[in-house]
């Protein structure tokens, strides 16, 4: 099985900053990754697929990088509307979600 | 609009087994292009993918439930379903179905998810 370990697993952040989530796999899976951001009591939220390509209708302060086994999602100017859980997900082989990222208000 | 929606039975006894129906709307489940799928959240931890399944019935499934787990679909109903037999309470989760692009890669539509509980 596809281990996927998130860091951190928490992040206290202020509207504005520059915030960035890092997924690494435990062996390579290219492309093969998904972010999601989650909020209390809702589903899932598709941000980005394939590493890099943005979902439609997700702002573009939202954008992911990497292949292989490291990943990071990047949130430009955090946003109000941005302090949520963040979920990777490789689907190289079957799916294996990352832990999860909760990022806070400072 | 593309809109899934989760039902089930409610509570669920240990040992039993949990069934759970998506039911699509504003959309065909028999899309050449989708999958459906099913995953789970225990109460305040992260997400596990269950199962997912194609229109024709081809099916993926988790290698530590496969055991216990039985997805299918309905396209005279557009729906599909999961059963999971010999729940405990490690089972009890909010159950989410979606709909999976890409071959079944991620998923861009969500219900908006049902609280199964396992108690006795």
């Known amino acids: 099985d596809i281990q996927m370990t998130q860091s951190p697993s928490t992040l206290s952040a202020s509207v504005g900053d520059r915030v960035t989530i890092t997924c690494r796999a435990s062996q390579s899976i290219s492309n093969w990754l998904a972010w999601y951001q989650q909020k209390p009591g809702k589903a899932p939220k598709l941000l980005i697929y394939k590493a890099s390509s943005l979902e439609s209708g997700v702002p573009s302060r939202f954008s992911g990088i990497g292949s292989g086994t490291e990943f990071t999602l990047t949130i430009s100017s955090l946003q109000p509307d941005d302090f949520a859980t963040y979920y990777c997900?490789?689907?190289?082989?079957?799916?294996?979600f990352g832990q999860g990222t909760k990022v806070e208000i400072k | 609009q593309l809109q899934l929606q989760e039902s089930g039975p409610g509570p669920v006894k240990p040992s039993d087994t949990l069934s759970l129906t998506c039911t699509v709307s504003g959309g065909s489940i028999s899309s050449s292009s989708d999958y459906w799928g099913w995953i789970r959240q225990p109460p305040g931890k992260g997400l596990e993918w269950i199962a997912s399944i194609y229109y024709s019935g081809r099916t993926y499934y988790n290698p530590s439930l496969k055991s216990r787990v039985t997805i299918s679909v309905d396209t005279s109903k557009n729906q599909f379903s999961l059963k999971l037999t010999s729940v405990t309470a490690a089972d009890t989760a909010v159950y989410y179905c979606?709909?999976?692009?890409?071959?079944?890669?991620?998923?861009?539509?969500w219900g908006r998810g049902t609280l199964v509980t396992v108690s006795s």
């Open positions: 997900q490789q689907y190289d082989s079957n799916w294996t």
């Open positions: 979606a709909r999976l692009m890409s071959s079944g890669s991620y998923g861009d539509h």
